[in-house]
C-alpha cells in the first residue's frame, strides 16, 4: 500500500447487513486506508465523497477516475 493514493470500496453496507454478510466493508480495511501515511482518499460506492479529488467524476451510475 506504499504507492497507493486512492481507493476505491465497492460496497452497499445497507444490503450487506440486510443479507446477514457481516462487517461490509471491514472496519479494519477501512482504517487502514484513512489513516496510512501520506493521506490517500477513500470512496465508497454507498457513500457521498466528503472530499472528491479533481480527477473523480461520480455519478449514481460509475466512479471514473482520470490518471
Known amino acids: 500500500m506504499k504507492a ?3 481507493a ?3 460496497v452497499d453496507e445497507k444490503e450487506a447487513k440486510k443479507k446477514h454478510w457481516g462487517r461490509m466493508p471491514l472496519p479494519e ?3 487502514a486506508l484513512e ?3 501520506p493521506p ?3 470512496l465508497r460506492t454507498d ?3 466528503v472530499d472528491l479529488p479533481n480527477n473523480a ?3 449514481k451510475e ?3 477516475l482520470r490518471l
Open 57 to 59: 467524476t461520480i455519478t
Open 8 to 10: 476505491i470500496i465497492p
Open 4 to 6: 497507493l493514493k486512492i
Open 29 to 31: 480495511l477501512t482504517a
Open 35 to 37: 489513516n496510512k501515511k
Open 47 to 49: 457513500q457521498e465523497p
Open 40 to 42: 490517500m482518499t477513500v
Open 62 to 64: 460509475y466512479f471514473e
